[in-house]
């Protein structure tokens, strides 16, 4: 797995709304659990301090980096995914959020950075410059992000009973890809070989599942196939976490020099 992603799941496990920094030689032992070597983070620390996603705090002789109010909403919007809303969306009201956009042909990309940002927030392509997505999704970081708001238009709607849901989804998504990441999840943990390092397997776990669902929009249960696989997929990280939590905490503990984050 990248640097970047095992960092992440590493922060918010271990700094989000804890109120400290890490020293970064803790950073690198750490990582260095997970076949992360040395160099690769130190250049993963420097480059998320230059995306603003970490700050430096000198204490003694020794660098300690901690979250930003950036990497902190961003790890805030991983943990409600993990342990809130999760993969399997039952509770879904029948509202939809369309957005329509229209931006001249000469300006491709932005209309590719707007599309992958759509993506990723949920939304799947409807026709031309339409795109839906179930419930209602803040589309707030997107438009502040690429600055295209007078392009763009936002409604929250319900289907008529004329309109064939489960058909639409089909064209807008990609099922069978989505299908395939919770199966091929399956396979990877259902009979884990854990090394004598629940630490490293704990962030293993965590961030390849929170890859999974990151790219999962939570399309609403009674419109997927009847055999989706992202319910048992929830099940068995659930369980491998609870197994995993309470070792990978008592050697994380010894490991992680901290001190209070300044304000």
């Not at 997970?34 to 130190?42: D, L, Q, V, W």
């Not at 489960?166 to 943990?189: C, G, K, N, Q, V």
């Not at 090394?195 to 390849?208: E, G």
Request: charged share 25%; hydrophobic share 40%; glycine share 6%.
């Amino acid at each position: 797995m990248r640097s970047t992603s095992l960092m992440l799941t590493f922060l918010g496990d271990h700094l989000l709304d804890r109120g400290v920094c890490v020293y970064s030689g803790s950073v690198i032992d750490v990582l260095g659990r997970t076949g992360i070597s040395e160099e690769a983070t130190r250049s993963t620390l420097t480059r998320l301090t230059a995306r603003g996603l970490l700050r430096r705090q000198r204490h003694g002789r020794r660098m300690y980096f901690g979250l930003t109010d950036r990497s902190t909403r961003i790890l805030r919007d991983g943990s409600v995914r993990l342990w809130k809303t999760g993969a399997v969306n039952h509770d879904w009201d029948g509202t939809w959020t369309l957005l329509a956009f229209s931006l001249p042909a000469e300006r491709r990309r932005e209309r590719h950075d707007l599309r992958a940002q759509l993506a990723w927030a949920g939304f799947g392509p409807v026709q031309g410059g339409l795109w839906i997505a179930p419930g209602t999704p803040d589309v707030t970081p997107v438009l502040a992000d690429l600055g295209l708001g007078p392009h763009i238009r936002v409604f929250r709607a319900s289907a008529d009973p004329a309109t064939d849901i489960t058909e639409m989804i089909s064209h807008a998504y990609d099922l069978p890809a989505l299908a395939a990441r919770y199966t091929d999840f399956r396979r990877r943990w259902a009979s884990p070989a854990f090394p004598d390092d629940p630490l490293a397997a704990k962030l293993h776990l965590v961030t390849d599942w929170l890859q999974i669902i990151r790219q999962d929009p939570r399309l609403p249960i009674p419109h997927l196939p009847p055999d989706w696989p992202a319910a048992t997929a929830q099940e068995l990280f659930f369980d491998l976490n609870s197994r995993l939590a309470q070792p990978a905490a008592e050697l994380a503990t010894p490991l992680l020099d901290t001190v209070p984050a300044d304000d």
